[in-house]
């Protein structure tokens, strides 16, 4: 198929770019490189462009006669969401909206779009299965949700369907590790914890160490990046195989297996054989103590489930791609 991959030159989007061209299928990436990097995209026509130029977006659609659409192109600090949502509010939904409507216009009807646990909020029970309530608690997860909401009216024209997966912590890396994680500013723990043992960081904070939890820490979800771009491919070939009028997709992604922030820097540590200085830090407003997935759904209707699902593996490849790019990608 002939994919347009909007964000794909970001972490998650580069990945997906790489295993798609992998699948033969045809991926064309758009991005505005903000926070992607050029040098990430391989195996794929790069459009730079921003989903706020309709124009540029129904072009693009036309010129290479898209057939689906995998939308990676969202901010994603939740710190940032609160101290400007509108830029989040513009960016994630706004730009959505300007997405859809160029689809529209150019027929294209097939949408994968690239949601978050962060939709659920803080559960009242884990693990959390997609009929939990969504009870987002940043602009960041209320963006997504609103995006989410556009996605399911716009199907019920049918007009589009569209799958809504809704990740936890994706984490490693893809692409025989040659695709990482390089953001900035980074807050991602795996990558952060990394940083340290390279000397790049001077000492890593532990936010709140009592916590409900076996060590104290807050436990987190995390899912390797591979299987979490495998589980797009599936997700892309059941939109592309139904007949229904209406189809709306919704299915969490994620290990089902939680470590608790001790545990990944523990592991950070063995892996790279690096020890660093941690610090205890008080609790952070809206840090659930555990998030964890239920991913029953996306393993009976997708045949998908988790394959690199020890930490220690996952951590692995994330330190093989940060040994060979010590300073990120080069542009």
């Known amino acids: 198929m002939r994919i347009l991959v909007c964000g794909g030159a970001g972490y998650i989007g580069s990945n997906m770019t790489a295993m798609l061209s992998a699948e033969g299928h045809k991926p064309v990436v758009f991005d505005n490189l903000v926070t992607g990097h050029r040098s990430a995209v391989v195996g794929a026509l790069f459009v730079h462009g921003d989903l706020a130029d309709y124009e540029l977006l129904v072009e693009t659609l036309k010129k290479y006669k898209v057939e689906a659409v995998m939308h990676f192109a969202a901010l994603i600090e939740v710190g940032e969401s609160v101290q400007a949502p509108l830029k989040y509010y513009h960016n994630n939904l706004c730009n959505t909206q300007n997405l859809l409507s160029a689809m529209e216009a150019t027929e294209v009807d097939k949408l994968v779009f690239s949601s978050t646990a962060a939709v659920y909020g803080i559960p009242n029970q884990v693990p959390i299965t997609e009929d939990s309530p969504k009870e987002p608690i940043n602009p960041y997860g209320e963006t997504k949700m609103a995006a989410e909401r556009m996605c399911h009216h716009q199907s019920q024209t049918g007009k589009l369907a569209f799958a809504s997966l809704r990740?936890?912590?994706?984490?490693?890396?893809?692409?025989?590790?040659?695709?990482?994680?390089?953001?900035?500013?980074?807050?991602?723990?795996?990558?952060?914890?990394?940083?340290?043992?390279?000397?790049?960081?001077?000492?890593?904070?532990i936010?709140?160490?009592?916590?409900p939890t076996p060590d104290g820490t807050c436990i987190r979800d995390y899912i390797h990046i591979e299987d979490l771009c495998r589980a797009h491919l599936l997700t892309l070939n059941k939109l592309e195989a139904t007949s229904e009028e209406v189809c709306e997709l919704v299915y969490n992604l994620g290990n089902g297996k939680g470590y608790s922030v001790k545990e990944v820097i523990e592991t950070v540590k063995k892996v790279t054989g690096k020890d660093f200085?941690?610090?205890?830090?008080?609790?952070?407003?809206?840090?659930?103590?555990?998030?964890?997935?239920?991913?029953?759904?996306a393993m009976n209707e997708l045949g998908w489930k988790a394959e690199v699902s020890e930490l220690e593996e996952i951590v692995e490849t994330a330190w093989r791609w940060h040994s060979k790019h010590p300073d990120g990608y080069p542009n």
């Open 277 to 297: 200085k941690v610090v205890a830090e008080g609790r952070r407003p809206g840090d659930a103590p555990v998030l964890t997935s239920d991913a029953t759904k």
């Open 207 to 211: 936010y709140g160490t009592d916590y």
């Open 167 to 205: 990740y936890f912590n994706a984490c490693g890396a893809g692409n025989n590790c040659s695709l990482g994680e390089d953001h900035h500013p980074e807050s991602h723990l795996i990558p952060l914890a990394i940083q340290a043992a390279m000397g790049k960081r001077s000492e890593i904070p």
